[in-house]
């Protein structure tokens, strides 16, 4: 067996060729001495020099490599918190490395946080995401919010919209997890939510695809007069930590297609601002061969859409004396919003995405997919506007602003403009989806002098939305920048044919001269994304969050569905069995390494309700409780309880066991689950 | 606002204080020629020494960002397949840059890559792990395994474990996607598997918590007699890609918790060994307040287990002749194993955990995770002692061969050893679970010349597995290892009281020498997990995996489960909507940026069988199918035929759409599913 020698010459090598690994510091010094590595100095063979050449890095990737790396030991200093697309769930990154922390369960069952297996808490949770009583158990997540105090990030709460099925979930930050689930009782579809206002009083949740209010059928050739648009404003109860769905209401809206929505701020809070699109009332091409026009066309055959103007201020008296029920919900009928002026539109180049309002609350910048331009209105142009009554009616009689009063500027970036961020010092940053580009450019007065593009960076590939530190708050933090590219074609090891996204980390604190051919920004890093298909997200320093996080639960026997001690959960000593009927309960503790009691016996169609608490407070001693064959798993972290019920349909014998690997006995935490037949 | 006017400050200082980032060759010429960094050099505020002082970068931090930084557009060297644990998937992450590639979807619904939400050869995939015919749709995976030539990597195939439920899953690496699931007919549980034989011709599936065969009840007095151990090996049929169950079989065991398990390589090709534990027969502390012991204090009374040494080849030839049938598998009756020679037991310390052969298949080391040392064996050894017919039988009968007579050394490394790999230079790594710790250890002849501790590197905290680059091969790589660490506490930003686990790379190139504190080993990255707990890894070079991925399917109309056209398929110009009674059966196109046709309407209580391709050919023009509220969402990745069958149960008006984001017309990508009432 060559092989074998060989290792033993291989290893010989190795010993004689040593190398030490320096830093750039040491190899500076040693570079100014004149020492050219001969003898023991061939330890310079290890250094950062020889290394970034043995592997090809470039001056920008030496840099972009010291300027991601976090050491072991050390935090991030920036949270994303990105929707997960059609995964369903939420992901939090760290930034600069761009690690994935984690996946925050939301929509869809996740077993390793114990999410939607058994453990009671979270099942009824996803069934608040029923839709008419069926489960929906996944969703198309596609815009955080986080929770705001004064127009800024305050770490407390994000919220969570499923574009697919018109819903909105409620994540603690307390402890990372999900704690509501709301099915919008009128609209079977969303887009553009969630967004929330500055002291997050109300969380946004605007349409998409226009259908009959309150799932409902109306045949396609009503859809002018049957289908309809909404907005949705969700009540949020922050010292409840849940949205109170009775104090919240929706606005009827023609069956434009609803898109983006954003908050105003400070000059312009209490309004809302939303963009739409097929303003057309395309309704596709039919039946296959009737040469009708599809979607893509129809919907993008006018020259303008409108963007929807709203006084949430006003509108929240208005629900309350002209609303009307639909399905639970209070909506204001669109000829109340005409009459009480609760809603204006504003022609906006056709079919656009992104409504990013500026940080001072003083201007709408309006991103037009199919226009070169980013559209820039003055919200006090706005005002006169609607005070000077300037405007004509649309076909539903909703008043349209007079563009050219309204506009502020006009700024040609590129093309497929979508989304805009911007930073402290005056620049926004705006991605264009088919330049493959970020586009960097200045605000005119009071941030700049001129409305005025900077110039580009190059992202890869077909970037969809962007975010920028705080970029979307009255206080953006600046630094950087990350670009979510939809496709990755060559960029990494392709997975099989369906690749990941890719986040590109872009440093943004230099000044465009720093760097004239990229208007001074920096590609610091490629973050591949193969768990999902982010559309949008935001980051927050992540101290903000700090302060409110928990490691482990305050108190033993807690209940994360309530915040609160749970006052029949099993504590140690006062574990149990207790038959009742066909009914088994059990009070079980969980401890490294051993669960008490380990062994159950029931019968074959006895229900068992079993408590578990995890009695260990130590931070990351989470254990786990698994059922073979029932479909079972919960996380239970320190100190908390849960509860989970099912029916032994099944008879034999079911070892469960800590699916945690929690101790070095962690393979002896089990016991047996017994069905005798009946 | 002053905040406003701090910006333009802001900005105006940005202007001034340029820095240009350079690399660390261009610093060295800067220091050594003296230059200070006056005028224009200020662009010296941008370099690499500047950026790892300011962010307090260690020498060591330097070196490791630089070996692990893979610039935009390049591609990791290895690949790292891994359990997802509790998460029920299987993980693919990029080595050096520790980068998650993907979340397969195995046993686990998973909507962003539509397994198991409507796509029906998904469902019925996910159908093939129901137990007792009940849904189990989450498992614990543990140990993945990548098909084997010769003893080494293909990079075809990878087989993955469920331990919760006692079922294995077959993933295929041209499509990343899995193609089958088995569940054991015999067991309820596993724990030894997935391992490869040398060229892929079985997969072992070892047990782990002893049931009554056939998932039966059996009372727990009766443990001893009624409940078994087992281990199945499932014959794989690599042109087909799947396990063929039929020519499958297990041998029952005694009721001893089997554990971790390998196949016998090159000399000892053709055996296969599995550890034990709980040799005692412990069946746990029973009811509360009996006094009876818990398993971890149980199962961990001897001083010895034994490991299960068994002849395959010859058990292939007894299964067929001596074989019953228990729930359809074919299973060897214990006795016929001690009868035909097929099964022996060597004494272990207790409870371990690794049992791990070394490359040239001569050694077999043991793991016990209660003693300080690796006990290796001989497999000449343990052929020359069952020549000699050198053993004591055990209580059930089998052969116990003598301790001393087969073991070849033992090598005290610390405490809580869990499990070893090797590197291509002679030496070993095992992964210290109390000691927090990876031990690398050189092995005696004919690898090196002493069987010898060299030293260890810390971890944080607390090791299970381990994974060397092709360590657990005929010929392993060396150059990288990743700790699996369960615990990652002060590691990361802490996101809740979940928190991640964390995969530490660690640099194996240098010789023991070259760093005596750590033998060797240099720390370089952190990689927290919180997408799920994995358990264990291997890690492929890539190239070898590059060799057979597709990144778009062969022809348009693939189907995946076929991995052939489907002659059924949508495809361009044969697109329809056939009504037959209550069935509407529907052949639908994707491609940029519609679907043809884009409007369906049925009636409630119609069958609903919607074929659908993408008829894109573009790599990474991947299209979603998402049906709001019927919990329908596939992903069509370019080339590929999906069908959905469902009952229109809910009236009302469903807007699908392309929740893949595909184009600047994306949005506009949808269509009309009306369900008329009844």
Redesign the interface.
């Known amino acids: 067996?060559p092989?074998?020698?060989?290792?033993?010459v291989?290893?010989s090598k190795?010993?004689l060729g040593?190398?030490?690994?320096?830093?750039?510091?040491?190899?500076?010094a040693a570079?100014?001495s004149g020492d050219d590595g001969g003898g023991e100095s061939s330890a310079l063979g290890?250094s950062?020099?020889d290394?970034?050449q043995a592997?090809g890095?470039?001056?920008?990737?030496?840099?972009?490599?010291?300027?991601?790396?976090?050491?072991?030991?050390q935090?991030?200093e920036y949270?994303i918190f990105s929707s997960?697309?059609?995964?369903?769930q939420v992901f939090?990154i760290?930034v600069p490395s761009m690690?994935?922390?984690?996946?925050?369960g939301v929509f869809?069952?996740?077993?390793?946080?114990g999410w939607g297996?058994g453990d009671q808490d979270t099942m009824e949770i996803l069934e608040q995401g029923r839709?008419?009583g069926?489960?929906?158990?996944?969703?198309?997540t596609h815009h955080p919010a986080l929770s705001e105090t004064d127009g800024d990030y305050d770490g407390e709460f994000v919220f969570i919209n499923d574009k697919?099925?018109?819903r909105v979930a409620v994540i603690d930050?307390?402890?990372?997890?999900t704690k509501q689930i709301l099915k919008n009782p009128i609209a079977?579809?969303d887009?553009g939510g969630t967004f929330v206002t500055p002291n997050t009083e109300w969380v946004i949740e605007g349409g998409?695809?226009a259908?009959?209010n309150g799932?409902?059928?109306?045949?396609?050739s009503e859809y002018e007069s049957e289908?309809k648009g909404m907005v949705t404003f969700w009540k949020f109860d922050r010292s409840a930590g849940r949205i109170d769905a009775d104090s919240s209401f929706a606005m009827e809206l023609p069956p434009y297609?609803q898109?983006l929505c954003d908050a105003g701020k400070?000059v312009s809070e209490g309004w809302v601002f939303c963009n739409s699109?097929?303003t057309e009332l395309a309704?596709?091409?039919?039946?296959?061969g009737s040469g009708g026009e599809?979607?893509?066309a129809g919907?993008?055959a006018r020259d303008n859409d409108y963007m929807h103007v709203i006084n949430l201020d006003k509108a929240v008296g208005v629900a309350a004396s002209k609303g009307v029920d639909i399905n639970g919900m209070t909506v204001i009928p669109l000829q109340a919003s005409i009459d009480e002026g609760l809603l204006y539109f504003v022609p906006e180049p056709k079919?656009p995405?992104g409504v990013d309002i500026t940080?001072?609350g003083e201007y709408m910048v309006i991103s037009g997919?199919?226009d070169p331009h980013v559209t820039v209105y003055s919200f006090d142009k706005i005002q006169d506007a609607i005070a000077a009554q300037n405007w004509q009616p649309d076909q539903y009689g909703v008043p349209v602003l007079d563009f050219d009063s309204v506009l502020e500027a006009q700024v040609e970036l590129g093309l497929?403009p979508l989304h805009t961020q911007f930073d402290?010092?005056?620049?926004a940053y705006t991605s264009l989806?088919?330049n493959s580009s970020v586009a960097r450019w200045s605000l005119g007065p009071?941030?700049?002098d001129e409305w005025k593009l900077e110039g580009e960076i190059p992202v890869?590939y077909?970037i969809?939305h962007l975010v920028a530190a705080e970029g979307d708050t009255?206080?953006p933090d600046g630094r950087y920048l990350v670009a979510l590219n939809?496709?990755?074609?060559?960029?990494?090891?392709?997975?099989?044919?369906?690749?990941?996204q890719n986040f590109?980390l872009i440093d943004i604190?230099?000044?465009p001269?720093?760097?004239p051919d990229t208007a001074g920004m920096?590609?610091l890093?490629?973050?591949?994304i193969?768990?999902?298909?982010p559309?949008y997200a935001q980051m927050i320093k992540?101290d903000k969050?700090?302060d409110h996080?928990?490691?482990?639960?305050p108190e033993i026997g807690w209940d994360p569905s309530t915040m609160s001690v749970d006052p029949n959960a099993p504590m140690a000593g006062n574990?149990?069995?207790v038959r009742n009927g066909d009914t088994v309960e059990i009070w079980m503790t969980l401890v490294r390494?051993?669960?008490?009691?380990?062994?159950i016996e029931v019968k074959a169609g006895d229900r068992v309700i079993w408590h578990l608490t995890n009695i260990d407070t130590s931070?990351?001693a989470?254990h786990?409780f698994?059922v073979?064959?029932?479909?079972i798993?919960v996380?239970l972290?320190?100190?908390?309880t849960a509860t989970v019920e099912f029916d032994a349909?099944?008879?034999?014998?079911?070892?469960f066991?800590c699916?945690?690997?929690?101790s070095?006995?962690h393979?002896?935490?089990?016991?047996?689950f017994?069905?005798?037949?009946e």
Chains 1, 2 share one sequence.
């Not at 092989?3 to 033993?8: F, L, N, V």
């Not at 997960?84 to 369903?88: V, Y």
């Not at 069926?134 to 198309?140: F, I, R």
């Not at 309704?283 to 296959?288: A, I, K, L, N, P």
């Open positions: 067996m092989r074998r020698s060989a290792w033993r291989g290893r190795l010993i040593v190398g030490v690994v320096i830093a750039v510091m040491a190899l500076i570079a100014c290890g950062a020099a290394i970034a592997r890095l470039t001056e920008a990737d030496i840099s972009a490599a010291l300027k991601t790396y976090v050491p072991s030991g935090q991030d949270l997960g697309g059609h995964a369903g939090v760290g690690r994935l922390l984690k996946t925050i869809t069952p996740e077993p390793w946080q297996y839709v008419d069926n489960d929906v158990l996944w969703a198309d697919a099925n018109a930050l307390r402890d990372f997890e079977i579809n887009h998409q695809y259908t009959p799932w409902e059928y109306a045949p396609i289908y297609w898109d400070l699109f097929n309704t596709g091409s039919g039946d296959v599809a979607f893509e919907a993008s079919s995405h940080p001072g997919k199919l497929g402290g010092d005056g620049y989806f088919l009071p941030y700049g890869h077909n969809g009255v206080d939809k496709w990755s074609i060559d960029r990494f090891f392709p997975p099989g044919p369906l690749l990941p590109q604190t230099e000044a001269e720093a760097a920096q590609l890093y490629d973050m591949p193969g768990v999902g298909e559309h992540a969050v700090l996080v928990w490691e482990v639960y574990e149990r069995v390494s051993h669960y008490t009691p380990d062994r931070k990351d989470t786990g698994s073979p064959g029932y479909n798993n996380s972290e320190p100190g908390e349909t099944m008879d034999g014998v079911f070892p066991y699916s945690e690997f929690c070095a006995l393979l002896e935490m089990a016991g047996y017994l069905v005798a037949p």
